[in-house]
């Protein structure tokens, strides 16, 4: 190779390193591209990822359980009626006319009392009775470690029972029964393995023996409250307060003191039916019954506008957030 051909490909060499090829150029270009699309969708996988699930809220009150979205509580998403349940016998059905509990629990269960007579822990995809008892004026019920089930039976029973899920019985037969004037709530405190029940006029404090025998639970302690007609008790998720309402109060109860206070933003106000709080927001949803009635058409909440259902008897409103009974 002369001097001439010799200069000429250096040149070349250097012309090549110095602007890249099309194809150098194009690779760059396609990967530059594919990354861009990669981090776009991993931001969108993140971002969808950190979107709240939407609220919902199970209402009872009649002959049905029903789920709507909290923003737009006319969108119902699922119901139930005793006569969805094959397993549950027709002439038992009539049991469930006038549901006065619905929570929801893990694994896609739903335990429904009702002041009829009925209890049911019903599977919300199925649909199917897992469940069955007849409670004389059950008006709320909870689960229990150990596979048991607490039911409140209200005046006429005046007494908490206590019933093994394994009771495949129509309708299972209670194993256990604790006297308690009026009652009407029950709340499983997983932190003090405790059961408290509301009556009346008071709270009761029971705990469970050192076996798992349906007979081992008794009250450790009683709670005057300070004003009668106790009615619906639940959570106030911070580990350490009850919700309780009366016939003229809403009321905050200190499980580590005994103490109750007025709950902030309620007071003395007549008829709360329930009271319940979202363990995630803070939001809470209650229902207040007519004047002259056990029922209204509107769900209330603390933060934003009501909404009436026109169609519907509401008694008690829960948000469709499952807890786990241990």
């Known amino acids: 190779m002369n001097s001439e051909e010799t200069v000429a490909k250096a040149a070349t060499t250097f012309d090549l390193l110095r602007k890249p090829s099309r194809v150098l150029t194009t690779f760059a270009t396609s990967r530059a591209v594919c990354l861009a699309m990669l981090t776009l969708a991993v931001c969108a996988a993140s971002s969808f990822a950190k979107e709240p699930p939407p609220e919902q809220l199970i ?12 923003t737009d509580p006319t969108k119902e998403r699922w119901s139930w ?21 619905c929570k929801p629990y893990a694994g896609g269960l739903i335990l429904v009392t009702s002041s009829a007579q009925g209890v049911a ?31 409140a039976a209200s005046t006429g029973a005046d007494e908490i029972q206590f ?42 404090e029971i705990k469970r023996g050192s076996d798992a025998n349906v007979e081992a639970w008794n009250v450790a302690e009683r709670y005057r409250l300070p004003s009668s007609g106790g009615h619906d008790l639940s959570p106030v998720h911070d580990d350490t307060q009850l919700f309780v309402t009366t016939d003229t109060q ?30 995630v927001t803070g939001r809470i949803v209650f229902h207040q019954a007519l004047p002259d009635e056990w029922w209204s058409h509107t769900i209330r909440f603390n933060d934003v506008a009501s909404v009436t259902l026109d169609e519907q008897r509401l008694y008690k409103i829960r948000w469709d957030v499952p807890t786990d009974r241990q």
């Open 59 to 70: 209402c009872c009150g009649a002959d049905r359980v029903f789920i709507v979205d909290a």
């Open 81 to 101: 009626n005793a006569s969805d349940s094959p397993s549950i016998p027709n002439d038992f059905r009539a049991k469930f006319r006038s549901t006065d509990d």
């Open 121 to 151: 822990l019903i599977e919300r995809r199925s649909q199917r009775c897992l469940f069955l008892a007849e409670v004389r004026n059950a008006h709320s019920g909870c689960l229990l470690p150990g596979n048991q089930i607490a039911v």
């Open 163 to 204: 019933f093994s899920q394994a009771d495949q019985r129509r309708p299972a037969v209670p194993e256990h029964r604790i006297p308690l004037a009026g009652a009407h709530g029950t709340v499983w405190d997983s932190n003090r393995a405790r059961l408290w029940a509301l009556g009346t006029d008071e709270l009761l």
């Open 250 to 279: 809403v009321l905050r109860f200190n499980m580590n003191d005994g103490e109750f206070t007025l709950a902030e933003g309620f007071g003395n106000q007549k008829k709360i039916k329930s009271v319940d709080l979202h363990p």
